[in-house]
């Protein structure tokens, strides 16, 4: 046996070739046998590509220090893919893990404040912070547009704004109001004649506000095609200002697209203005917003500018238009579902209103027998505290800005106070979640006591120049839906989830039923 191991052995063939030398024949990829030139290229971009991510991941933590929020971002686009389709979950996690939290999109690093004093203290800082709505936002509104002035340009613009939402200016609105939301009523209860099936409002209600703003602001001076294609227009504006958008004007982005509306917008609005000029100059009696103003410059007692271009005044408007399109809508539309949900609440609103109209649903509503309806009002301030349309307002550190005792926010990161949590608040709102108008109705309960928690319309020099236009609308609408129709509201799994576009809406659009009702 071994001398047969032996013969075999001597008789192996030696292979001609090592194991080393198979290597050689193994292909390998171009660039390790690219020219040395070529490789030194490739080797230096990939140290730049890898020293470039380590230094954003560095800077990232640089600038978070010690504040909750994750270790570490994602390379180049950070938080987006969770911004693209943000939730009320998300947004409640990221105020839940501390009064001060830090992420980054896109390299833009932001502080996110959830408590009361730090986002008071962000709405009432003018010298450290300024008001950006969005990332994009001064692409779309123009960044000459007066919600981005600061200091004393944007105090004296603002008073000359103010005399734009007089007691005075709010009883020309109110007719208009009333005019337009009973057109509405009677649209939607002819179609539920036709087709009883319950049908999502949200879309509707954003109709009924268009066509309210466009004509409470420039009256007969814009046609109804312009109104008709600012309306359709106007969607594409509100979902590019979502918080987080791409930050690029490209073609095919949602920010294009909405400059591209905005052009359309302004020349019909600037239009408007021109034409508003030339009727008050032939005496004309004021008959919307633009009228009021420019005739309230004649008045002896007015102080301010006088010099403001169809351009400004349009710019001015359309910034109002998004407000009143998309917080008020918002606004409205929860305040139908909490209505409709809650009969009870319901029931007291409608008495309310049969004691004030006494029989006469068709006499228009008047500012004083919105006067006369104390738990109406006290509904609407209530209902916008449970589902506040805005929960936050992203603003921009114009320099370094002491926010803590222990933590500085750097200069040209975004800041975002949110409201929530102080709209929330069980110590100064007991049972924050529950539905209740009359902790309202009381002046020395604990939420007339503390409005410094009561956000919905922010706070500081910023501070939302149209509450009173807003709530009044809110509660003008509802008056005459109460008054006029019965509802129901078919609930879905999706009836409490909230979808933000902008600002919030139900998820399901607020499915609901109308018919008339049946009066003695």
Same mark, same amino acid.
């Given at each position: 046996?071994?001398?047969?191991?032996?013969?075999?052995?001597?008789?192996?063939?030696?292979?001609?070739?090592?194991?080393?030398?198979?290597?050689?024949?193994?292909? @390998?990829?171009?660039?390790?046998?690219?020219?040395?030139?070529?490789?030194?290229?490739?080797?230096?971009?990939?140290?730049?590509?890898?020293?470039?991510?380590?230094?954003?991941?560095?800077?990232?933590?640089?600038?978070?220090?010690?504040?909750?929020?994750?270790?570490?971002?994602?390379?180049?686009? #950070?938080?987006? !893919?969770?911004?693209?389709?943000?939730?009320?979950?998300?947004?409640?996690?990221?105020? +839940?893990?501390?009064? @001060?939290?830090? &992420?980054?999109?896109? +390299?833009?690093?932001?502080?996110?404040?959830?408590?009361?004093? =730090?986002?008071?203290?962000?709405?009432?800082?003018?010298?450290?912070?300024?008001?950006?709505?969005?990332?994009?936002?001064?692409?779309? @509104?123009?960044?000459?547009?007066?919600? =981005? &002035?600061?200091?004393?340009?944007?105090?004296?613009?603002?008073?000359?704004?103010?005399?734009?939402?007089?007691?005075?200016?709010?009883?020309?609105?109110?007719?208009?109001?009333?005019?337009?939301?009973?057109?509405?009523?009677?649209?939607?209860?002819?179609?539920?004649?036709? /087709?009883?099936?319950?049908?999502?409002?949200?879309?509707?209600?954003?109709?009924?506000?268009?066509?309210?703003?466009?004509?409470?602001?420039?009256?007969?001076?814009?046609?109804? /095609?312009?109104?008709?294609?600012?309306?359709?227009?106007?969607?594409? *504006?509100?979902?590019?200002?979502?918080?987080?958008?791409?930050?690029? %004007?490209?073609?095919?982005?949602?920010?294009?697209? %909405?400059?591209?509306?905005?052009?359309? !917008?302004?020349?019909?609005?600037?239009?408007? %203005?021109?034409?508003?000029?030339?009727?008050?100059?032939?005496?004309?009696?004021?008959?919307?917003?633009?009228?009021?103003?420019?005739?309230?410059?004649?008045?002896?007692?007015?102080?301010?500018?006088?010099?403001?271009?169809?351009?400004?005044?349009?710019?001015?408007?359309?910034?109002?238009?998004?407000?009143?399109?998309?917080?008020?809508?918002?606004?409205?539309?929860?305040?139908?579902?909490?209505?409709?949900?809650?009969?009870?609440?319901?029931?007291?609103?409608?008495?309310?209103?049969?004691?004030?109209?006494?029989?006469?649903?068709?006499?228009?509503?008047?500012?004083?027998? @919105?006067?006369?309806?104390?738990?109406?009002?006290?509904?609407?301030?209530?209902?916008?505290?449970?589902?506040?349309?805005?929960?936050?307002?992203?603003?921009?550190?114009?320099?370094?800005?002491?926010?803590?005792?222990?933590?500085?926010?750097?200069? #040209?990161?975004?800041?975002?106070?949110? =409201?929530?949590?102080?709209?929330?608040?069980?110590?100064?709102?007991?049972?924050?979640?529950?539905?209740?108008?009359?902790?309202?109705?009381?002046?020395?309960?604990?939420?007339?006591?503390?409005?410094?928690?009561?956000?919905?319309? #922010?706070?500081?020099?910023?501070?939302?120049?149209?509450?009173?236009?807003?709530?009044?609308?809110?509660?003008?609408?509802?008056?005459?839906?109460?008054?006029?129709?019965?509802?129901?509201? *078919?609930?879905?799994?999706?009836?409490?989830?909230?979808?933000?576009?902008?600002?919030?809406?139900?998820?399901?659009?607020?499915?609901?039923? =109308?018919?008339?009702?049946?009066? %003695?």
């Amino acid at each position: 046996m071994a001398s047969m191991l032996r013969e075999r052995s001597s008789s192996a063939v030696v292979p001609s070739y090592t194991a080393t030398d198979a290597l050689e024949h193994i292909p @390998l990829p171009s660039f390790f046998s690219a020219p040395e030139g070529t490789a030194r290229w490739l080797y230096t971009t990939v140290a730049i590509v890898l020293g470039l991510l380590a230094l954003e991941q560095s800077v990232y933590r640089y600038k978070k220090r010690h504040l909750p929020g994750d270790n570490w971002t994602i390379p180049i686009i #950070g938080k987006f !893919a969770d911004s693209m389709k943000p939730t009320m979950e998300g947004y409640m996690k990221q105020w +839940n893990s501390g009064a @001060l939290s830090a &992420l980054s999109v896109f +390299n833009i690093f932001i502080v996110m404040a959830s408590s009361n004093e =730090f986002s008071r203290k962000i709405l009432n800082s003018p010298n450290h912070a300024e008001p950006c709505l969005v990332y994009s936002a001064k692409q779309i @509104l123009r960044p000459d547009n007066w919600v =981005f &002035l600061t200091g004393k340009v944007h105090v004296e613009y603002r008073r000359v704004l103010n005399s734009l939402f007089t007691r005075k200016a709010l009883g020309i609105y109110v007719g208009i109001q009333d005019q337009i939301t009973r057109k509405y009523i009677k649209k939607w209860l002819a179609d539920a004649a036709v /087709d009883p099936s319950p049908k999502p409002i949200m879309m509707t209600c954003r109709d009924l506000n268009m066509e309210t703003s466009l004509r409470v602001f420039c009256g007969s001076h814009i046609d109804d /095609d312009a109104a008709r294609e600012i309306g359709e227009k106007y969607w594409a *504006i509100t979902v590019a200002l979502e918080l987080v958008n791409f930050p690029l %004007a490209l073609p095919g982005t949602k920010v294009y697209k %909405a400059i591209q509306c905005r052009k359309v !917008a302004l020349k019909h609005l600037e239009n408007a %203005a021109a034409k508003s000029k030339k009727a008050m100059a032939a005496g004309k009696e004021p008959e919307c917003m633009l009228d009021h103003w420019i005739r309230s410059m004649d008045e002896p007692s007015y102080k301010g500018r006088k010099d403001f271009s169809d351009l400004e005044m349009a710019m001015v408007v359309f910034s109002f238009l998004f407000a009143s399109q998309d917080a008020m809508s918002s606004g409205l539309i929860y305040g139908i579902q909490h209505l409709a949900d809650h009969p009870d609440i319901f029931a007291k609103v409608r008495a309310e209103q049969d004691r004030v109209r006494a029989g006469d649903y068709e006499r228009p509503i008047t500012l004083e027998m @919105l006067d006369e309806m104390p738990y109406l009002r006290a509904f609407v301030r209530e209902t916008l505290r449970v589902k506040p349309p805005v929960t936050m307002v992203p603003y921009k550190t114009t320099k370094a800005f002491p926010l803590s005792d222990d933590y500085t926010v750097p200069a #040209g990161s975004m800041v975002i106070p949110s =409201f929530y949590n102080s709209l929330h608040d069980p110590e100064v709102y007991p049972d924050p979640e529950e539905l209740v108008p009359e902790r309202w109705l009381d002046p020395n309960g604990s939420a007339n006591q503390n409005p410094k928690n009561y956000l919905v319309f #922010g706070s500081g020099p910023h501070k939302c120049i149209g509450l009173e236009y807003a709530m009044m609308n809110i509660a003008l609408v509802l008056a005459d839906a109460v008054a006029l129709m019965d509802w129901e509201h *078919i609930r879905t799994e999706k009836s409490d989830k909230v979808q933000i576009i902008a600002t919030l809406f139900p998820q399901d659009g607020c499915l609901m039923k =109308f018919t008339p009702r049946a009066l %003695a």
